[in-house]
């Protein structure tokens, strides 16, 4: 989801230069930088590992056929035994020709509930089961991909990389009211889910394949709100706003 950098000990110093803070910061000593490399983390790829072209022809069309993702740390709380039922569900109850796909490492001894739904998806053919996905084939799986589900219950949920490039890669997403996800997903950037269950999840696919002009403009605001708010240009723009803020207090 993203590489590390270096950054040069000459870089550095000019960056502490242009925000004239190289005095008092606790990275020089006697007018020296001690720190010689500085390591940064960028977590959006999608500028040089997404086909655009793809992207910018994606379309949500509302039919019966339609993919269905989900892509988390596989682990009961991250809901996906209830992904698997919703799915099941939509396919062998509602009469969708729905197919889905599960990406994911695992963490700690999984459940036997867990592992009981996940042998279960593994008899069925219309399941693709991936374990880790990341560059080019996350993003091709992201614009296969019409709607994205996380069904979250994770009491330690924060701010989820997987649904913020699912939003950016034209997905319909349906998540929890868990962590930051609400103002992930509030002002209508997707379907906030007030609890984690089966039915659940089966009902809002219903209910938002039976509103094609609704969902189109969920997914539209959510794609132009991850577009700019979550670009690198932003959040460096916000970060040099804060360091600037907080050297002209002292």
Known sequence: MGGLRKIS???VENVYSHLKIAHSSACYKNGKLQCYTVTGYYANDSKTLLNHKRLDKKQFKFGSKFTVGYMAHLIEEKG???????VIHLR???RFDVSAWIAGGYIGRPSPKFM???KLAATKNYFDIKGFLQGKEKWNHLLKTQIFVLPSYYRSE????ALIEAMRTKCLCISTSVGEIPDLLGEN??????STNTEKIVDSVCQRLKKPEESTQTINNAYLYIKDDF???SFKSSIQNIVQAVCADK
């Open 231 to 233: 670009s690198f240009d």
């Open 80 to 86: 996906i035994t209830e992904f698997i039922d919703a």
């Open 92 to 94: 062998e109850i509602n």
């Open 189 to 194: 950037r997707g379907v906030i889910l007030d």
């Open 9 to 11: 000990k000459k870089q």
């Open 116 to 118: 009981s739904a996940m």
């Open 158 to 161: 924060g701010l989820p990389i």
